[in-house]
């Protein structure tokens, strides 16, 4: 590694001036520390700002990702809206695809979701199943009881990302697929948004 | 063959990337960009293709005044679409529904189900999950005994469901088979009845995710079910049928007897189920 960075300097016309233990120079170990930065970093993830989301940021890591709804429902109910609850991850290339959808559309798209709360749980693709909670008041469910509790046929793997249409009980509005891939034209979206079975 | 062959090829890009998703990371991403703007109603290559072959030279009546389809537009999953078909005539000596063929246009093997009916089904209405590869529409064709075809339609929107990673947990009960009855059911009148059969109904295109290697298909092809020694339908059946395959049907209690379903395997496995009814 050492020579590889070495025969970089060179061929970089000798620049690095100053050098530390191991062969490696202060600009080097810059780089580097800026390039495993950027990867320790999450891609910009996450619902657009235009559909105005309610972030929820999981609880009870390392063990188990935990999203409290409590909040958002209370809100729903008291506003008489439904939710639009979108499980994205932020290492999750399809997440992106469909984040960019809604970007690429919000102007067209934004008023149909006026009677809904957008609302947007940040996970990663390491949550798997079992460690994925669904909070609301004093119960806590993994995520395939919380499935089962509300009547949603989703009870296999966790599939990112998924959407959710509840009301304030909470209880589904209509079936969702797994995954959003058969919603990411406008027509489609606006089709779910319609509830059309 | 053609048609097969760039079938598997896409199914196979599909289960990779099903199984890149399953393996590191114990998900599923779905895929989108498939056709949209179909009428429930419409035709299609593939169909036009089979009508011409499996009903070569016959009218058939697209009004859903004898049957209709009752399937979501989207299900929670590719590889289990909630099918209902309901017959809008009884089953009487006058007239009755004779035979149900049962389509998905573009699945690599559309005929899901050839059902022949018996009078002694009371009502032939019919509940079962469908594998459905990509978009596209579902179809019943509903044989009169007095020769009429009658056919409903409904366009769907999932994909994935012949290539989708099949649950393995339960091989070792392999064509277990049971009858249920619900209470309370009255002689005489129709009563539904739920068959299930624990069986992975592998179609072929499915990837074993440790081998890499594609698990062959193997899949219930054939139940037989009748009450009280009389038959009420035969079914002959292909991997379009979801895991576990499972039938809603009907039957006319009478004055006690046995509900017996055989079954039988692409494999030649034999399985039978009986129940008794008071």
């Not at chain 2, 594998?131 to 529409?137: A, F, I, K, M, T």
């Not at chain 2, 899949?219 to 499972?246: H, M, Q």
Request: contains cysteine; glycine residues 6%.
């Amino acid at each position: 590694m050492s020579r590889h960075f070495e025969s970089l300097e060179a061929g970089a016309g000798g620049l690095a001036t100053s050098r530390v233990k191991h062969g490696w120079t202060w600009r080097q170990l810059v780089a580097a520390g800026g390039f495993a930065a950027c990867l320790a970093m999450p891609v910009q993830a996450g619902i657009p700002a235009p559909f105005a989301p309610v972030v929820i940021q999981p609880a009870g890591a390392p063990a188990r990702a935990e999203f409290d709804l409590t909040a958002v429902l209370a809100r729903a109910r008291r506003e008489n809206k439904w939710l639009y609850v979108y499980l994205g991850a932020s290492d999750c290339p399809y997440c992106r695809k469909y984040e960019a959808f809604l970007e690429k559309n919000a102007v067209e798209l934004v008023p149909h979701f006026s009677k809904y709360i957008v609302v947007d749980l940040r996970s990663s693709l390491s949550v798997t199943t079992d460690a994925l909670f669904i909070k609301i008041a004093d119960t806590s469910r993994p995520y395939v009881e919380f499935q089962k509790s509300i009547g949603d046929e989703r009870t296999r793997n966790v599939v990112y990302p998924s959407v959710w249409l509840l009301d304030g009980k909470p209880k589904p509005l209509m079936q969702m697929p797994a995954g959003t891939g058969t919603f990411q034209t406008v027509a489609e979206q606006l089709e779910i948004l319609r509830l059309e079975q | 063959m053609h048609v097969t062959i760039l079938s598997r090829h896409r199914l196979l890009l599909a289960t990779i990337a099903a199984w890149l998703g399953m393996s590191a990371l114990g998900a599923i991403a779905q895929v989108g960009g498939l056709p949209t703007n179909v009428k429930h109603t419409d035709s299609s290559p593939e169909w036009e293709k089979l009508r011409e072959k499996l009903f070569p030279g016959r009218s058939m009546e697209s009004a859903a005044s004898m049957v209709q389809l009752v399937v979501p537009l989207r299900a929670a999953y590719g590889a289990s679409v909630p099918v209902r078909i309901v017959s809008k005539l009884p089953q009487s000596d006058n007239l009755y529904v004779k035979r149900i063929t049962l389509l998905v246009d573009k699945n690599p093997s559309p005929v899901a189900a050839v059902l022949d009916l018996t009078r002694e089904l009371g009502q032939a209405d019919f509940e079962t999950r469908l594998r459905v590869d990509e978009y596209s529409h579902i179809r019943v064709v509903s044989e009169l005994s007095n020769g009429e075809l009658h056919t409903d339609s409904r366009y769907v929107k999932v994909s994935g469901g012949c290539s989708a990673p099949p649950n393995r947990d339960q091989l070792h009960n392999i064509g277990k088979t049971f009858l249920k009855v619900p209470e309370g059911i009255k002689a005489n009148e129709p009563a539904p009845v739920d068959l299930q059969i624990v069986h992975p109904n592998d179609t072929g295109f499915e990837m074993n995710q440790i081998s890499l290697l594609y698990i062959p298909a193997h899949f219930v092809r054939s139940i037989k079910v009748s009450y009280a020694g009389r038959p009420l339908f035969d079914a002959e059946l292909d991997f379009s049928i979801s895991e576990n395959p499972a039938l809603r049907f009907n039957f006319i209690p009478g004055s006690g007897g046995e509900i017996k379903a055989e079954v039988v395997d692409s494999k030649e496995g034999r399985y039978v189920a009986t129940l008794r009814v008071p």
